[in-house]
């Protein structure tokens, strides 16, 4: 099986740019993830909640912020 590894844009005049510096680091703590748990699970493998949590550290490790809001049932009745 092969992976693909890195991020690629059309252009270096896109305005997306700012985004491959918070997608190298998600690739970096997915590998990182992943050789802490001896190659055995990826983050890839998880529901929403841990991405959206490993998207974040990318993002503060790459200088940006995320506000991550979340809906969440209440175990009392209302």
């Known amino acids: 099986m092969s992976s693909v ?3 690629a844009l059309a252009s270096k005049k896109s305005p997306l740019t700012h985004w491959v510096v ?5 690739c970096a703590l997915d590998e990182r993830y992943s050789r802490v748990l001896g190659g055995q699970e990826h983050i890839f493998n998880c529901t929403e909640r841990p991405h959206l949590g490993v998207f974040s550290a ?21």
Not at 22 to 26: A, K, L
Not at 58 to 78: C, D, E, F, K, Y
């Open 58 to 78: 990318a993002a503060w490790r790459a200088g940006s912020v995320i506000i991550a809001t979340s809906s969440l049932l209440s175990a009392r009745s209302v």
């Open 5 to 7: 590894n890195g991020i």
């Open 22 to 26: 918070v997608c190298e680091e998600w």
